[in-house]
């Protein structure tokens, strides 16, 4: 059975950093990543690794606040997220495909979510 497990979110004070996990169990994934979404909006594309890490993809938004990196070894994939700030609050969804297509950005891209983990920023 293929999971996608998140940990690490939780309240936190702007300007503090988190770091979210996603282990992964199942199979192994090629493209690995992180989708955020607020109550009644879509889900936001936030950042995305290939699978061998050569590649990295970032939304505008978090770019050089946020990293993202993994451990195959581990099947687990993480967001460092730095200088958080109260439009960073969501939940965030880990995500992951078996073939890429190159269509980082889009939900579409993704095969398998986890059931997301809640980051509260407060001002």
């Known amino acids: 059975q293929v999971q996608l497990v998140e940990s690490g979110g939780g309240l936190v004070q702007a300007g503090d950093s988190l770091r979210l996990s996603c282990a992964a169990s199942?199979?192994?994934?090629?493209?690995m990543g992180w989708f955020r979404q607020v109550p009644g909006k879509e889900r936001d594309f936030v950042a995305a690794?290939?699978?061998?890490?050569?590649?990295?993809y970032y939304a505008d938004s978090v770019k050089g606040r946020f990293a993202i990196s993994r451990d195959n070894a581990k099947n687990t994939v993480y967001l460092q997220m730095n200088s958080l700030k109260p439009e960073d609050t969501a939940v965030y969804y880990c995500?992951?495909?078996?073939?890429?297509?190159?269509?980082?950005?889009?939900?579409?891209?993704?095969?398998?979510w986890g059931q997301g983990t809640q980051v509260t920023v407060s001002s």
């Open positions: 995500v992951a495909d078996t073939l890429s297509r190159g269509r980082y950005y889009y939900v579409d891209e993704y095969d398998y």
């Open positions: 690794i290939t699978w061998s890490g050569g590649g990295t």
């Open positions: 199942g199979r192994t994934f090629s493209t």
